[in-house]
């Protein structure tokens, strides 16, 4: 099976060499990757250049800067690289961070997995974070979740859910389509992927703005997004919090902000919210 690995960039200087050289490093060599370099005023493209100079397998497309928007910034990225390539010659669509690295069998691993698995549409590791010197888990809830730093899809998968959607809860959006359509995330946790800098660092928005935003974006409904913001403030034990939430939210359904999934994925997304909700309460 080939890769087609489609990697977002934007001021990753300090970064993006250790991602590359991890890739250049793998057991399993039959891959190409598409670094999209987004409007970088560092050294990024000469980073790049120097992949794209000695090894065939990586190439690169220059963007113009964009507005920092969480979830769109990055999708738009990953589209524009997409673009440029004719997924025909490919069996797996990755998207992945400028700033991870990937132990050396990490494609290999993950081919085998779908090469034995046909209803495996979705897979990756664990992330890890560098702490007091040594790398821990980052400690997301969920393990059985794959982060949107490592994703890897089936194409048939990846093609059957529509892609990636350029807005908030981008990976979340696909985890739960996925699954509607039959195909199954799988996290391997013996593939431990590290993490160089702490996810978010980069945006301005306020944290309750982002929450509120994240569950309109998603398609939650009214009472559903209420209870995901309960949740959100019990973990900080803040009445406060969860008020900024809902006024974030409310905000955006008042405008009538324009969402990037149909009336029929948002119903699937609600559903199985309301199955989650109702196998922990019930």
């Not at 050289?21 to 990757?33: A, E, I």
């Not at 890890?128 to 994703?151: A, Q, T």
């Not at 985890?175 to 702490?198: C, D, F, R, T």
């Not at 324009?258 to 989650?276: A, F």
Request: hydrophobic share 35%.
């Amino acid at each position: 099976m080939r890769f087609l690995i489609i990697i977002p960039a934007h001021n990753e200087e300090d970064h993006l060499p250790f991602t590359l050289d991890s890739l250049q490093q793998q057991r399993y060599k039959d891959f190409k990757v598409v670094v999209t370099n987004d409007g970088s005023t560092d050294h990024t493209p000469e980073i790049i250049k120097r992949y794209t100079d000695t090894d065939s397998r990586f190439e690169t497309v220059n963007l113009q800067k964009s507005a920092h928007q969480p979830g769109s910034k990055v999708v738009n990225a990953f589209k524009k690289g997409l673009e440029t390539q004719d997924l025909d010659h490919f069996d797996i669509i990755c998207k992945f961070d400028a700033d991870i690295i990937l132990d050396e069998n990490y494609l290999e691993t993950i081919e085998k997995s779908f090469s034995n698995n046909p209803k495996y549409g979705l897979v990756g590791g664990l992330l890890y974070v560098e702490k007091e010197g040594d790398w821990v888990y980052e400690g997301n809830s969920n393990k059985n979740h794959v982060r949107g730093p490592l994703k890897a899809y089936r194409k048939e998968c990846f093609l059957e859910i529509g892609g990636l959607r350029e807005t908030l809860g981008w990976d979340n959006i696909d985890s739960i389509l996925l699954e509607h359509l039959g195909w199954k995330e799988v996290v391997l946790p013996e593939l431990k992927v590290k993490l160089i800098k702490v996810k978010g660092a980069d945006y301005t928005v306020r944290e309750s703005d982002y929450y509120g935003r994240y569950f309109y974006f998603l398609g939650l409904n009214r009472f559903l997004a209420y209870v995901a913001s309960l949740k959100e403030a019990m973990k900080i034990r803040s009445v406060s919090f969860f008020f900024s939430i809902i006024k974030a939210y409310e905000s955006c359904r008042s405008k009538k902000m324009k969402l990037k999934i149909s009336k029929e994925e948002q119903q699937v997304i609600n559903n199985k919210r309301w199955e989650t909700l109702k196998k922990k309460w019930l």
